[in-house]
């Protein structure tokens, strides 16, 4: 039965011959098609909660990458190896610090990647880049939770036909977590700048006042002081 289901919903992966061409177990295929799975479907709903962390691993692999290159070029293996270490721990810091700015470039930098590999044209890769630079630092919460929602939808799709399930099938199933992850997380997952902006400034140290759900009123976790709520008349 398994096996006619499988014939009728698109081009099947082979398992076997899969593994064998990676020089891998069916087990471990199997292994990896679920840590897929199950890390695809957890962007895809809530990676808009977990993106900081996310771009400072992705400021390290470029800061190391970029590291690796020059140290190569400047002084062979042991200089390419040292400043690969520094140039991840400077990369992750630094997506870390400014993580907004730096989603806003990945976003201009692969913007200009795909139209400049389409039209060959500098100018025109560079118009659209300032575009996706600018709409992605505008709306950064809201292109966050779309990108990871894509990203998850893609990834579970991957780990979907590892486990022998038909192209079609794992397409329809990805496009679905893709457009439910989307929803889940511009719309029932609150902006964090929203939220932050809500909230009033300590008066007695550089911290942001919390919201105390017993009185109603607003304390500074950082320092202690409180604010009591503003009778009204």
């Keep these: 039965m398994i096996y006619a289901l499988r014939c009728n919903v698109g081009h099947m992966v082979d398992l076997t011959q899969l593994a064998s061409n990676l ?3 069916e087990g471990i295929l199997l292994i990896i098609a679920a ?11 809530i990676g808009k909660k977990l993106w900081k962390r996310i771009m400072s691993m992705i400021g390290g692999l470029l800061g190391a990458s970029l590291g690796f290159v020059i140290g190569l070029s400047l002084g062979g293996e042991l200089a390419a190896l040292i400043l690969t270490v520094i140039g991840g721990i400077l990369g992750s810091l630094l997506f870390a610090k400014i993580v907004e700015v730096a ?3 990945l976003c201009g ?6 139209v400049f590999l389409l039209t060959g044209s500098l100018l025109a890769g560079g118009i659209i880049a300032v575009v996706a630079f600018v709409i992605c630092f505008l709306f950064v919460e809201k292109v966050v939770g779309i990108l990871m929602a894509i990203a998850g939808a893609l990834l579970a799709g991957v780990g979907l036909m590892l486990l022998g399930l038909g192209t079609e099938l794992a397409a329809i199933v990805s496009l679905v977590i893709m457009v439910a992850g989307a929803i889940v997380q511009t719309l029932f997952i609150p902006d964090k700048k929203k939220k932050t902006a809500m909230a009033p400034a300590c008066k007695n140290c550089p911290g942001t006042m919390v919201r105390d759900a017993a009185t109603g009123g607003w304390y500074c976790p950082n320092c202690g002081a409180i604010e009591p709520v503003e009778p009204t008349s």
């Excluded at 840590?35 to 709903?45: K, P």
């Design 23 to 25: 020089g891998v177990s």
């Design 35 to 45: 840590v897929a799975i199950v890390l695809g479907i957890t962007l895809a709903f």
């Design 103 to 105: 989603l806003a470039i």
């Design 109 to 114: 930098a692969l913007a200009f990647g795909v």
